[in-house]
């Protein structure tokens, strides 16, 4: 299978002698929200992107006024700075995997697609930012058909079980096997690989099953965590990709390699669950029963240096 080549039709970006040399890691970008508390958004994402192996940069769409039991406020800069800080990272930093978070409206949507077609990069992953896990919306509803049209752009995109429905326009999934049909259609019609996350689903394994545009499906199983140390997963989940499949490709590994996202997942997937359990530590929120505290990132890193 050949993953979507007219996404990546040039990868000749202008480098200085300096930038053609090979990086030790790979240069990751996340361009996604804010979370003032730590937990989700772009600060979730430099730390996952740091935890898998990788320089992380990072732009900032949304500004969220959020912490660990509610989003608040959601203010959103002129998409001109958008496109000013796009320009600033890529002409300076070869930027070898790209993570999208949430866009918000449809002119940032536009926006991110027209850099995009000028300014391919190796791999990109776009966690649909569309409705939080609390079912606060996070996209405009005016959007929902830019981000369905914008799917076709990316390499990888890791929805939760009501944003796979929103983009499939079907009733939410109720099962790994009704959410893995849904992802079968929308794999196919993007030439994209989705991502099943089962989170939001009822059994004990809350593993990910990805989901290729031929149809296959391979399945990574995690144990349910009991906890309410769960802000940011989603954001976590999809940075720890990006950087793993970069880090893959630059070992000459293959995108249209099956193989070559299912390990980036099992990875991601595993250190995501230890995370989570590991979360509590952190003492972070004082939300209660109300509250979803997040995740620990630094869990493996911690274990190394006890």
Same mark, same amino acid.
């Given at each position: 299978m050949t993953l979507v080549s007219s996404k990546q039709h040039d990868l000749q970006h202008a480098q200085s002698p300096m930038q053609q040399s090979d990086p030790i890691i790979p240069r990751v970008l996340s361009i996604a929200?804010?979370?003032?508390?730590?937990?989700?958004?772009?600060?979730?994402?430099?730390?996952?992107?740091? %935890? @898998?192996?990788?320089?992380?940069?990072?732009?900032?769409?949304?500004?969220? %006024?959020?912490?660990?039991?509610?989003?608040?406020?959601v203010f959103t800069p002129p998409v001109s700075f958008f496109r000013t800080q796009l320009?600033? =990272?890529?002409?300076?930093?070869?930027?070898?995997?790209?993570?999208? #978070?949430?866009?918000?409206?449809? $002119?940032?949507?536009? %926006?991110?697609?027209?850099?995009?077609?000028?300014? +391919?990069? +190796?791999?990109?992953?776009l966690d649909p930012v569309m409705i939080s896990t609390s079912g606060k919306r996070?996209?405009?509803?005016?959007?929902?058909?830019?981000?369905?049209?914008?799917?076709?752009?990316?390499?990888?995109?890791?929805?939760?079980?009501? $944003?796979? @429905? @929103?983009?499939?326009?079907?009733? =939410?999934?109720e099962n790994f096997e009704e959410a893995c049909n849904q992802a079968r259609k929308l794999a196919a019609k993007n030439s994209v690989v989705v991502i099943v996350k089962g989170g939001h689903l009822t059994s004990e394994d809350v593993g990910n099953t990805a989901v290729f545009p031929d149809g296959d499906a391979r399945h990574? +199983?995690?144990?349910?965590?009991?906890?309410?140390?769960? &802000?940011? !997963?989603?954001?976590?989940?999809?940075?720890?990709?990006? !950087?793993?499949?970069?880090?893959?490709?630059r $070992?000459?590994?293959n995108l249209s390699d099956h193989d070559t996202v299912l390990c980036a997942l099992e990875w991601s997937t595993a250190w995501l669950r230890e @995370?989570? %359990?590991?979360?509590?530590?952190?003492?972070? #929120?004082?939300?209660?029963?109300?509250?979803?505290? +997040? =995740?620990? &990132?630094?869990?493996?890193?911690?274990?190394?240096?006890a």
């Amino acid at each position: 299978m050949t993953l979507v080549s007219s996404k990546q039709h040039d990868l000749q970006h202008a480098q200085s002698p300096m930038q053609q040399s090979d990086p030790i890691i790979p240069r990751v970008l996340s361009i996604a929200g804010t979370d003032p508390t730590g937990g989700a958004g772009i600060q979730a994402d430099l730390k996952s992107i740091m %935890a @898998a192996g990788g320089y992380g940069m990072c732009i900032p769409t949304n500004l969220v %006024a959020q912490n660990t039991c509610e989003v608040r406020e959601v203010f959103t800069p002129p998409v001109s700075f958008f496109r000013t800080q796009l320009s600033c =990272v890529y002409d300076d930093v070869t930027v070898d995997a790209l993570k999208i #978070g949430m866009l918000g409206c449809t $002119e940032y949507i536009e %926006a991110m697609r027209d850099w995009m077609c000028d300014n +391919p990069v +190796p791999v990109t992953v776009l966690d649909p930012v569309m409705i939080s896990t609390s079912g606060k919306r996070l996209l405009e509803a005016s959007a929902e058909n830019a981000m369905r049209n914008f799917i076709s752009c990316v390499d990888v995109v890791t929805p939760n079980v009501p $944003e796979l @429905a @929103a983009l499939c326009e079907s009733r =939410v999934a109720e099962n790994f096997e009704e959410a893995c049909n849904q992802a079968r259609k929308l794999a196919a019609k993007n030439s994209v690989v989705v991502i099943v996350k089962g989170g939001h689903l009822t059994s004990e394994d809350v593993g990910n099953t990805a989901v290729f545009p031929d149809g296959d499906a391979r399945h990574v +199983p995690s144990e349910r965590v009991e906890t309410s140390t769960t &802000h940011g !997963t989603g954001c976590s989940l999809s940075s720890a990709l990006a !950087t793993k499949i970069g880090l893959a490709l630059r $070992e000459e590994k293959n995108l249209s390699d099956h193989d070559t996202v299912l390990c980036a997942l099992e990875w991601s997937t595993a250190w995501l669950r230890e @995370a989570i %359990a590991a979360g509590s530590e952190l003492h972070v #929120g004082r939300g209660g029963e109300r509250g979803h505290g +997040p =995740v620990n &990132h630094s869990v493996r890193i911690l274990q190394q240096t006890a």
